[in-house]
């Protein structure tokens, strides 16, 4: 009786799985039905024409919706604990109904609103939307976003009882619940409106094209270019982990994706486990620098800043290089320390062979970059229509063609993928409106350039370190949407260009990604490599030297941004290029043989006169590291006659 009872009990829970799994799905082919037909602007076709409040809103209870069914499951929690989530689900589900209504009265709102009035179910939808997302965020992203949004809802209303740059006058609750759902940088405002078009259309483009076989591709083909050379699986994996980093927008799931393999290899060749987690960590994380896509902050950087995207993506170009140049550089100088060589030949596959099974997935990156800069069409187009290209390019391909299973599983890896940063960009929209509503973005800004004493540097310094301090915990995307609203228009007000100032607060908004003691990215590549964190942040810290370096003579000297005449920015990438190797040279304390104490310092040195743009700097630069290198030559060559 009691078997039979088991039995019975065993079958109703799989019946149960099998009704949340066809609902998980039912509900993520909506979910990108409902944002691609937006984006291609299929929902003319039907005589459907919401307007900006009401998609957004749309979307934000779609990811809720997404974030509630795919919340991990703990069958061994306890009672007080399983109360908890439950507790939990409801403050999600409550933010599900806010923005389903937000759907259904979003436009009579927003009216209400553009004339100072805002009824007391609007304030009630609000309240339910912040709840919702508030605890979405704790589930996914820690208790760091959650609890800054609390901050930020709070200031505007007990802002007179606040010390300092923080008091003002403060708000009823009328208009901050107004403010911060539909201002236009509010909850349902642009930035939302970024995550439900341009960061959704790449979300989705990535997933697909990952799954064609397009990752397995551009490993193979960065494995076929490097592989033989010193350090060539550490080399390819800088290379795919760029490339996907770029994509996603997330350093740690690129880290958690691409690491899987390319960290076990670096270690089977013979790197530290500390150094094959800082290479991944590292590489991914310049992605969110690397154009066209820069983890989709291009985007966000042209809407905040009115730059166009190209000219953006332009100047991204150089500093990325270099990132990555001094990547390359000390990886091979870690190789040729520890004696590492390449695979052989016989073990990696030939280029021209990968090149002609695979070289259609160039395909939707080629037309990706043609619609951006040949045609100029929106980001969220351009990806959508090489998204396209990518499903009708695999139908085509019967050696990895999408089954309808697959199909699906897509689907959901791209709606799981739109969780993290559409809460993010949800939480960001109560950051950024708050600041507006208080003003005390412009009261930061103005105690940063007071606290400088007119230094131009020492204001660098500050906000180099409140950067990193914001980007903390939080999403890339997130992150610069609060530096450029709090901390960027502190360097515009001294007279840096706006991009300048812009790239300066970004790398070091995402340097927290890398730099202990946070250093999320850098976690996430330890555990796979199953190393000590720190040690492995402090190799980060390391590997990624331009990224503390470059953003300092970006804001003096644009000309890294490729502006300038063809001789200024033909002789500062050279320069600049050999400057990076210099300083790599000088962190391994590594040329032809050891470097003295007094040579370190010196190549140190021409390493940052030579990046530093200028004729008497480059003079002193090129000067000074031909002189030390001649000397460590010369040095090593009297080794090798003495043996």
């Known amino acids: 009786m009691k078997a039979g009872k088991n039995q019975m009990n065993k079958i109703s829970e799989i019946g149960k799985n099998v009704i949340i799994d066809n609902m998980k799905s039912l509900v993520c082919v909506l979910f990108v039905l409902y944002h691609v037909f937006y984006v291609a602007g299929l929902l003319r076709l039907i005589n459907i024409y919401p307007t900006a409040i009401n998609y957004r809103a749309g979307s934000l209870c779609l990811i809720l919706l997404v974030s509630l069914l795919f919340l991990p499951k703990n069958k061994n929690a306890s009672f007080t604990l399983s109360l908890v989530h439950k507790l939990s689900n409801l403050l999600i589900l409550s933010g599900i109904a806010g923005a389903f209504l937000s759907v259904v009265f979003g436009t009579d709102l927003y009216d209400q609103y553009g004339i100072g009035v805002f009824p007391l179910y609007g304030q009630l939808i609000f309240v339910m939307v912040v709840l919702g ?102 080399k390819a994996s800088v290379i795919s982990s760029g490339l996907f980093g770029s994509l996603s927008g997330s350093p740690t799931s690129n880290v958690a994706t691409t690491g899987s393999f390319t960290i076990p290899m670096m270690k089977k060749l013979g790197y530290t486990p500390e150094f094959a987690a800082a290479v991944e960590a590292v590489s991914s994380n310049g992605g969110q620098i690397m154009p066209p896509v820069m983890g989709i902050v291009a985007f966000l950087m042209a809407d905040v800043t009115g730059i166009p995207y190209a000219e953006i993506a332009i100047a991204a170009l150089f500093p990325a290089l270099l990132y990555y140049l001094a990547v390359f550089v000390q990886v091979d100088l870690e190789a040729v320390r520890n004696g590492l060589k390449g695979l052989e030949r016989v073990h990696l596959p030939k280029f021209w062979s990968v090149m002609k099974s695979g070289w259609f997935h160039l395909i939707p990156l080629v037309l990706l970059i043609y619609f951006l800069f040949v045609v100029k069409y929106s980001p969220e187009r351009s990806a959508i229509y090489s998204l396209a290209a990518v499903i009708a390019i695999n139908l085509m391909n019967r050696k990895n063609r999408f089954s309808w299973r697959k199909f699906v599983d897509n689907l959901l890896s791209a709606s799981k993928m739109m969780i993290m940063p559409g809460l993010g960009c949800a939480v960001a929209g109560v950051f950024v409106s708050s600041l507006n509503l208080t003003g005390i973005g412009l009261k930061l800004a103005g105690e940063l350039v007071i606290l400088s004493h007119g230094s131009l540097f020492l204001l660098l310094v500050l906000t180099a370190i409140a950067c990193y301090i914001l980007g903390m915990g939080v999403t890339s995307i997130v992150s610069y949407i609060v530096v450029a609203s709090t901390i960027a228009p502190s360097l515009i007000n001294m007279g840096v260009t706006k991009l300048g100032a812009h790239f300066f607060a970004y790398y070091f908004a995402i340097s927290s990604f890398i730099t202990p003691p946070v250093a999320i990215a850098v976690y996430v590549a330890a555990a796979i490599a199953q190393a000590g964190p720190m040690k492995s942040g402090f190799i980060a810290m390391r590997l990624a030297v331009v990224a503390y370096i470059v953003p300092f003579i970006l804001v003096y000297h644009p000309v890294l941004f490729l502006k300038g005449t063809l001789i200024d920015v033909s002789t500062s990438v050279i320069s600049a290029s050999i400057g990076v190797i210099a300083l790599c040279i000088a962190l391994y304390r590594y040329a032809f043989t050891e470097l003295r104490f007094w040579e370190t310092g010196a190549v140190f040195s021409s390493g940052l006169l030579l990046i530093w743009p200028g004729l008497y700097t480059d003079a002193v630069g090129y000067l000074l590291l031909m002189v030390v290198l001649g000397l460590n030559f010369k040095r090593n060559r009297m080794k090798i006659s003495a043996k």
């Open 133 to 234: 997302i508030l605890e979405a965020s704790r589930r996914y992203l820690g208790l760091t976003l959650p609890l800054l949004g609390l901050l930020f809802v709070s200031m505007p209303l007990f802002q007179s009882d606040l010390p300092g740059i923080f008091h003002g006058k403060s708000w009823d609750f009328n208009a901050v619940s107004a403010t911060l759902l539909l201002d236009p940088y509010g909850i349902l405002g642009s930035i939302m409106g970024i995550a439900a078009t341009i960061i959704v259309a790449f979300v989705i483009f990535g997933s697909f094209l990952s799954s064609s076989g397009a990752g397995d591709f551009f490993n193979d083909v960065a494995n076929s270019l490097t592989g033989t050379f010193r350090g060539g699986p550490a």
